[in-house]
């Protein structure tokens, strides 16, 4: 991920002003999801905002929201200090912190045992901090869907000290280091959607903004939804289910129009779960006669930063399904979306495959093909947990 | 007190069996190399159509052999005969325990006078290195040990970068490279190439029957040295072919890249297995598949079994070669590849998503191991095992499942054997491996290597079953 750090006394008035999100209660100490939009309500991106210290902050997430706050600090922020550190995609080398998510029925049990004390009583997005190898490891709590959890940071140099005494306590606990595989498809679960198109495409008045981006900033584009006009593919808040984080009682870019769209209805996010039979059919076409399905890559199958692929009920479509992949745990393949006015329950069809194909180094020729999906709630986890497994 | 060799690890565990069938080692890595530059259906492609570069660099250990006795002991732990074994040749060596059970095999390249190089897996490289260190011979050695698995991002560094050029257009890009035609020297010879201003030293090698070569150089150099390579081959449409698909190239060429080397249970290996660290490769290296036996013996495979018995020379002594003698070749197993039923397979895929249902062991695409080595049964429609399932995955290229497997002499090409996908119980306490159960998966015998073109046109040895000392 990338970080971006700002301090100084207009740090927080920038970013306010930027967001989405209430700053009225967000002291030291404290984090949230920060949500950017456009002048028209359509989503930039997101990130997690961390309030490390007086006038200081430190956003972590995709580039997306990052860039377009480092662009107002750059161009037009007062009293502001930024630095950024890229991901190690783009970063020569070491990262400047170290960041662990600790996770799972277990997590809190675990930090007991290591730090030799009860647990800090911390709401959900409150920092504190936890003595871990003769470190004060700063800690965020956080939670994937309902498991309580820590996110842990601190100085690069920490890291493998307090990733040993992590893992070196764990054992009795079941801790599992995650690699990347299964780490990316904790978000299947959890509900979120990593990176939605961001809106900044066309709009004039973010020219600027677009002539600042460097020209790698562009991203990929897959799946089968096929508009030849950008904005189709911009989301508003509510679309992903960020409505109960917009607050009207400050200024910042499209509170207007998120003032109007929070007044009309607006398609919902849901979880698609993929009929199995259609699935198997696609990756057992890898073996039969003829041009082949759009690979399935598991666990995780999203071949595109962006990928928005059509969603169809009754051969309208309703809705666009974004990153999807295989969760180990329900033994089920699913996607996270965004549809209109269905029920839960309601069935609808993914459309899986690009057509025409387009020339992308991950596409390989093949043809597109519909796979039914049953529409349920995100987060997928909770649901699955009360009332999926009972039922199925 | 905690183990030091392999020896100590045996008698502590018990049971071999069971100790490698349980090792916490994990998947076998090929690291360091990204696993897809396009993806590992486009790069099968590219090795079957146009041209691929394979970066060799990582997932190999380079083990250097100097002075008066180099070539004696490569001839005496190699059933290969060294009779016809000039400078700038290079051959597939192949040591046996005096049991007569395979170690392991890769290359061994003759560098100059009385310098050699064997690069390939562990087993071999460590079996070569116990001999030079204890056996009295008058030789320098260096153990250049592959890449970490998970290296983490820490720098990682080798002494040679090691790249093949291979596919159908390689030879083009080839002398392209060269700025001229170049003499085809016959397989497995050495040459040099100008590569961005460098002497490359190359191999002749080939797959499918076309000629392509294998070259090294410095470690420091790869980075020019694959632009220079990528940049001139880009009109011929080579294409860089990541970790992923890499490990699957075998499925279509035929080679077995993994066999339990035969070192754990005889009094004559001893020795090594207390020379051996506890941390070694044969100490540590995970066992996966349905075939289950409580005598480790029954892993060991013979040269003839994986192909290799034209290798065996009796023009020299060698260890293992008393044993040898007395195997009667025709009784022995024949390597072949297995044509996996593609209704089966995909059953095993739809295994995942039935929630009613364990579901059986995971089956990763293009490669399908889940051990180090991987030993699953084979059997004929009464039940009984007729061979073993060694090496599986997919190739886009045939759209089909393929595992390389040895089995008994009578079983005819085109018969339909099954393989037990799976391990027996629920399965191990491998990492690798999740409660599952097993399936017979319907099986065509074919011949290896499966792609027809490299059964009549590859050179060399095992791959036409060519009468030459390979």
Known sequence: MTDLFLSGPGAEGLLRGLAVNSFANFPVDRAKQFIAVNHSGQLIGDAILAHLDEQSFNLVGHPM????????????????????????IVRAGDPR??????????????????????????????????????????????????????????????GERVRDALLQAGGEFGLTQVGAKGYSTANLESGWVPSPVPAVFTDERLRGYREWLPASAAGSLGGSFDSADIEDYFLTPYELGYGRSVAFDHDFVGREALEALSRTPSRRKVTLVWNPDDVQDVMGSLLRPGLPAKYIDMPKARYALFQVDRVLHGGVTVGQSFDCGYIANEHSFVSLAAVDGLEDGAEVTVLWGEEPNSAKLQVEPHRQVPIRATVVPAPFVQYARESYRATH | MAPKSLQDVLDAAGSTVELLRNSQLGTYIYPVVPAEFTNWRREQRAWRETAVLYDQSHHMVNFFVKGPDALKLFSDTGINSFANFPVNTA???????????????????????????????????????????????????????RSPSRPYGQAVSRKYYRFQIQGPSAWQIIEKLNGGTLEQVKFFHMGHLGIAGEQVRTLRHGMAGAPGLEIWGPYEQHGKIRDAVLEAGAEFGLEPCGSRAYSSNTLESGWIPSPLPAIYSSDAERAYREWLPATSYEAVNALAGSFVSGNIEDYYLTPWELGYGSFVKFDHDFIGRDALQKVDPAAQRKK?????????????????????????????????????????????????????????????????????ATVDPNVEIGTEVRVVWGEPDGGSRKTTVEPHEQISVRAVVSPAPYAVTARTEYHGGWRTAAAGAR
Request: aromatic share 12%.
């Open chain 1, 65 to 88: 929201a990052i860039d377009w706050v480092q662009y107002h600090a750059e161009t037009g922020g007062h009293d502001i200090e930024v630095s950024r550190d890229g991901n190690s």
């Open chain 1, 97 to 158: 912190l170290f960041r662990y998510e600790l996770q799972g029925p277990t997590a809190l049990a675990l930090v007991e045992k290591l730090t030799g004390a009860p647990v800090p009583q911390l709401g959900f997005f409150h920092m504190g901090h936890l003595p871990i190898a003769g470190l004060q490891v700063r800690a965020i709590r956080h939670g994937m869907a309902g498991q309580p959890g820590y996110e842990l940071f601190g100085p690069w140099v920490e």
């Open chain 2, 91 to 145: 051959k597939q060596f192949v040591p046996t325990a005096s049991n007569g059970g395979v170690i392991g095999d890769g290359i061994l390249f003759h560098l100059e006078e009385q310098e050699f190089v064997y690069v390939g897996r562990a087993p071999a490289a460590n079996w070569l290195q116990f001999h030079a260190e204890t056996g009295g011979y008058d030789v320098e050695c260096t153990y250049d040990d």
């Open chain 2, 336 to 404: 072949v590849t297995l044509a996996w039923n593609d209704e089966d397979l995909a059953t095993i895929w739809a295994s995942f998503l039935d929630r009613d249902k364990p579901g059986y062991q995971f089956f990763d695409v293009p490669n399908a191991n889940y051990g180090s080595s991987n030993y699953d049964s084979v059997i004929d429609a009464d039940g009984t095992g007729v061979g073993l399932s060694l090496f599986t995955g997919v190739t886009a290229n045939e759209r089909r499942g393929l595992s390389l």
